[in-house]
């Protein structure tokens, strides 16, 4: 049976991706830290789409994460056509006042977890001569600005490996895409409701239902990068005019970052 397996797919953009590849007919794997979430997730969409959903309690930012995940799709017997590396963590702050061990946990997260998680599925892809990868990266990627250091590098290395591997798996009918979406409206950047209801209103902030929809389109279209929201084209346009300077002004101006008494 083919499936579908989303990490981060119990909640926000992963839970939307996992609809809409059930509504194409894909049975589910979600994985994410999240086991009481992940249940809840597979019942509404056996429910809805009659699909089957198999779930997995794992800690994607662990190092031997993406083996755990390989080794329980190989138990279960499930064969993964579609693999969608979503799971993600969020931070504005500067990497010296951050813990260690959440610095590594989204290095772990973003970059290691699903560089692994490409090959060991990859392969398979590979072999069998079919498959679609799509990662999760952001128009974070085109801004280094200070309080981003890891988040926004981590996703410009998502962006910049999906590339390399569409073109090494290009000729073996596996198709990968690196889906950069702006602002999108889930709890992952700690905003109150009715600010996310005035930045979708002004079009600042997608839907996941949105961004989920045209990037899946995108990743079967062939696409190997792809932004959804015109709006978005806009904000790297005007952020590659921005000199580090003025952004280095407007920081101490607003005293971003300040030292802890």
């Not at 009481?36 to 997995?56: P, S």
């Not at 902030?205 to 929809?213: C, I, K, N, Q, T």
Request: charged share 20%; hydrophobic share 40%; proline share 3%.
């Amino acid at each position: 049976m083919d499936y579908a397996l989303v990490t981060g797919g119990c909640s926000g953009i992963g839970f939307a991706y996992a609809s809409v590849l059930a509504e194409r007919g894909y049975n589910l794997i979600i994985v994410s830290n999240q086991e009481e979430a992940n249940e809840t997730a597979a019942v509404q969409l056996r429910e809805k789409y009659a699909v089957d959903v198999r779930t997995l309690y794992a800690d994607l930012s662990h190092t031997d994460s993406a083996q755990q995940v390989f080794d329980f799709c190989q138990r279960e017997g499930c064969r993964v056509e579609v693999l969608v590396n979503n799971a993600g963590m969020f931070y504005f702050d500067m990497i010296t006042q951050q813990p260690l061990a959440r610095t590594n946990a989204m290095v772990q997260l973003h970059m290691a977890t699903p560089t692994l998680l490409c090959a060991l599925f990859g392969k398979e892809m590979k072999e069998r001569g079919k498959g679609y990868i799509l990662n999760a990266s952001s128009i974070s990627a085109w801004i280094s600005y200070p309080g981003l250091a890891v988040y926004a590098n981590s996703k410009l290395y998502v962006k910049g490996f999906s590339r390399s591997l569409a073109s090494e798996l290009n000729d073996y009918g596996v198709k990968v895409c690196a889906v950069c979406p702006g602002a999108v409206d889930t709890t992952l950047y700690n905003l109150s409701p009715e600010l996310r209801r005035k930045c979708r209103r002004w079009g600042i902030m997608l839907s996941p239902e949105a961004v989920a929809r045209k990037g899946v389109k995108a990743l079967f279209r062939g696409k190997v990068c792809y932004i959804p929201g015109g709006i978005n084209y806009f904000f790297i346009f005007l952020t590659m005019l921005v000199p580090h300077r003025f952004v280095n002004f407007l920081k101490r101006k607003l005293k971003l970052f300040t030292k802890p008494s």
